[in-house]
């Protein structure tokens, strides 16, 4: 089945250091593929979004490219902020059974230090 | 923009007590999520449905059921509340159901004491 798997958090770094969380996947189909983020005390959201192979999506300095050969979907950003800091969640989409389904990785807490 | 409007924002409910949260959805999108997100964890699909009717369905447990209405909003109930239904749940809407985003409400706090 369909599967996501994510850097396990949390990661800490300074600020203006390189950031990267390392996601891959399992699909049977051709999945999208999404990074979400999670701010403290705030709802889920849509950070950056890749529909197929060697597509790159980015956002915020955040970037991330659909690697179909590695199945990964890597989120980097060159120097992050401390305002940076959350939750990030990798997730593919995907039909199964006539059903769209939105699969999650676990979420990978993210810590910057000033 | 019109963004997915869950309400109420916090609720607080007592054991074996009763649940409804609501969900709007943005404007012409037909089909609705529903999460749920415990503490620490990642969010865990309950149920969803596209163009009123049930499309898939999740961990949702019996004692919860949803539905969504002619206008495409969505409520869930949540009857015989216990301690362990206390989370963040979240409803997300979607344009239509082929390799489209899923943008999210703000969540619904539930604790339940």
């Known amino acids: 089945g369909n599967s996501v798997t994510q850097m396990e958090g949390p990661v800490t770094l300074s600020e203006e250091a390189f950031l990267t969380i390392n996601c891959t996947y399992t699909?049977?189909?051709?999945?999208?593929l999404f990074w979400y983020v999670q701010y403290p005390g705030e709802g889920l959201q849509l950070l950056l979004k890749?529909?197929?192979a060697d597509d790159k999506g980015s956002n915020k300095g955040f970037e991330a490219t659909y690697r179909k050969e590695t199945t990964s979907f890597h989120l980097e950003k060159g120097s992050v902020q401390v305002s940076d800091s959350a939750v990030y969640f990798c997730?593919?989409?995907?039909?199964?059974?006539?059903?769209?389904?939105?699969?999650w990785g676990a979420g990978t807490k993210l810590i910057i230090k000033p | 923009a019109a963004g997915v409007i869950q309400s109420p924002r916090h609720l607080i409910k007592e054991k074996r007590e009763t649940a409804t949260l609501k969900c709007y959805p943005i404007?012409?999108?037909?089909?609705v999520y529903w999460y749920q997100q415990g503490p620490g964890q990642d969010p865990q699909f309950l149920i969803s449905?596209?163009?009123?009717?049930?499309?898939d369905k999740g961990s949702i447990p019996d004692r919860f059921s949803a539905q969504q209405f002619s206008d495409y909003h969505s409520e869930l109930n949540m009857s015989s509340l216990e301690l362990g239904d206390s989370a963040l749940y979240f409803c997300?809407?979607?344009?239509?159901?082929?390799?489209?985003?899923?943008?999210f409400g703000q969540g619904t706090r539930l604790t339940v004491v």
């Open positions: 997300a809407s979607s344009q239509d159901r082929v390799n489209t985003e899923a943008f």
């Open positions: 404007p012409r999108h037909d089909t």
């Open positions: 449905f596209y163009e009123k009717m049930q499309s």
């Open positions: 699909a049977t189909g051709y999945p999208s």
């Open positions: 890749a529909t197929k």
């Open positions: 997730a593919l989409s995907d039909f199964m059974d006539s059903n769209y389904q939105l699969i």
